[in-house]
């Protein structure tokens, strides 16, 4: 299928349960607002419900609007045990999420140096000494005075919040950059999802190595299908950390909750392409069946093998180590 045809059998798919894929866009996003709205106490519990929250209701969207193909209708039961399902060893590491997590927090810390820089420029250049004194004010205590949390505070508040503002730029700016990041690293993942749920058996050294060998394969096109009909997910988070920060510093003037709502923002505006997501997900994956099938299959080879060659194996032992290796081959639609 040429990019063009890719769009359109992802829409024609779309229109044929759009009900079904409204309704499972609608939940998922509900389930990423509330994460979201969970940084207004802290941004690090929106962190923490990555693993609790944001990646099983993302796996059981997935699985739901995939079954679709299947007549299998969605409920609220089978989302929760599509749900539960991600914690099965079979579709462990479906993401990549921890390799996401680690490359986004670099993208964040990376950003901070950054916008430390950019930011010290500025308040330098519009407040000058004043800045100047209070950041060496603050330096100066930090490093030979005992600094209680309330001195912190203190410190920073003066100057009507000059510190404050600053450091809050600072930590707050490079957030969308390492959302981005990880909306893309998680997504582009996700396709093994749908190798993994038409794997008979568990075998997560096969899984592994089938993976590896496919994505060698369609690393290349396969990305240029997925940032042609999913870009616009990238596009929306931007734009929404973008709103986000807009409604902090100018609407509602209160810095201190910039960093939630970037990351509210970030999620809010990408639940309304969530439904297109899921169908653009399964169309690519359809046009690279194939690949994951052989990649199975050579995976099965390059194991027996492997075995073979530590251990002599007569030919009935062959066929029957090759059999059961067949129970994990992918099922044929």
């Keep these: 299928m040429m990019k063009e045809s890719l769009r359109v059998a992802s829409f024609s798919r779309f229109k044929s349960n759009i009900s079904s894929y409204v309704a499972v866009g609608i939940m998922c996003g509900l389930f990423l607002i509330l994460a979201a709205t969970l940084s207004f106490i802290d941004v690090g519990l929106f962190v923490l419900m990555i693993p609790i929250i944001i990646l099983p209701i993302m796996f059981a969207s997935h699985i739901a609007c995939y079954y679709l193909e299947a007549q299998q209708p969605i409920t609220m039961g089978a989302l929760f045990r599509y749900y539960a399902g991600f914690y099965q060893p079979q579709f462990r590491s479906s993401f990549r999420g921890i390799r996401a997590f680690l490359i986004s927090l670099a993208f964040y810390f ?16 519009v407040y000058g000494a004043t800045f100047i004194e209070s950041f060496s004010n603050l330096a100066k205590t930090y490093l030979y005075e005992e600094m209680s949390y309330e001195d912190l505070i203190n410190v920073l508040n003066e100057n009507d919040g000059l510190l404050l503002t600053f450091f809050t730029y600072v930590s707050s700016m490079p957030l ?62 931007f734009l929404g950390a973008v709103v986000g920060a807009i409604l902090s510093i100018f609407i509602f003037k209160n810095i201190t909750y910039l960093g939630a709502f970037i990351c ?17 997900m399964e169309v690519i994956y359809h046009r690279y069946e194939a690949y994951f099938r052989d990649g199975n299959k050579a995976a099965i080879e390059m194991i027996i093998s492997r075995i ?8 009935d032992e062959r066929k029957e180590l090759e ?4 129970s994990d081959d992918l099922e044929e639609k």
Excluded: C, H
């Excluded at 950003?111 to 930011?119: E, K, N, R, T």
């Design 308 to 315: 073979q060659s530590n251990i002599e194996l007569s030919e």
């Design 110 to 125: 990376g950003g901070m140096v950054l916008f430390y820089v950019i930011f010290y420029s500025i308040f330098q250049s």
């Design 264 to 280: 509210l923002g970030s999620v809010l505006f990408i639940v309304f392409f969530l439904p297109f997501y899921f169908s653009n």
């Design 176 to 237: 969308p950059f390492a959302i981005l990041w990880f909306i893309y690293s998680i997504s582009s993942s996700s396709i093994s999802i749908y190798y993994r749920s038409n794997i008979r058996a568990v075998s997560n050294s096969l899984i592994r190595l089938a993976l590896n060998n496919t994505f060698l394969k369609i690393k290349k096109a396969y990305l240029k299908d997925w940032f042609s009909l999913n870009w616009p997910i990238l596009a929306l988070s």
């Design 323 to 326: 059999d059961s290796f067949k």
